[in-house]
C-alpha cells in the first residue's frame, strides 16, 4: 500500500508564494513518476507538473514560468514551489504517484489566493 501525504497549502495573498510538499510511504518502486494535480470549484481536475526518478520534468503551459516541481529520490518527496500567485490559481491540490499502471492520491490541500 502506498500512501502520499502532503502539506504547504494555506492563505496566500496574490503576487506571494507557496511550496507545496509531497511524501510518499509504502511499496514504491524506482520507477516512478510524481506529479501535482489542482481542482477547483466547478472544474475539473488539471496536470500541472511532472517529474521521474531521473529528473525529467513536464509543467503545464498554465503555470510554466511560476511553478517549479522537484523532487528528493531519498524521501520520496516531490515539491511543488508556486510563485507570482493569482486568485485563480486557488484550488485543491493533489499530488499524484505513478508506478506502472498503478496510479496514488494524496488527500488533497488547499490553496487560497486572495486579491
Known amino acids: 500500500q502506498v500512501q502520499l501525504v502532503e502539506s504547504g497549502g494555506g492563505v496566500v495573498q496574490a503576487g506571494g508564494s507557496l511550496r507545496l510538499s509531497c511524501t510518499a510511504s509504502?511499496?514504491?518502486?524506482?520507477?516512478?513518476?510524481m506529479g501535482w494535480y489542482r481542482q477547483a470549484p466547478g472544474k475539473q481536475r488539471e496536470l500541472l507538473a511532472t517529474?521521474?526518478?531521473?529528473?525529467?520534468?513536464y509543467c503545464a503551459d498554465s503555470v510554466k514560468g511560476r511553478f517549479t516541481i522537484s523532487r528528493d529520490n531519498a524521501k520520496n518527496t516531490v515539491y511543488l514551489q508556486m510563485a507570482s500567485l493569482k486568485p485563480e490559481d486557488t484550488a485543491v491540490y493533489y499530488c499524484n504517484l505513478r508506478m506502472g499502471i498503478a496510479e496514488f492520491w494524496g488527500q488533497g490541500t488547499q490553496v487560497t489566493v486572495s486579491s
Open positions: 517529474i521521474s526518478v531521473s529528473g525529467y520534468t
Open positions: 509504502g511499496a514504491i518502486y524506482s520507477g516512478n513518476a
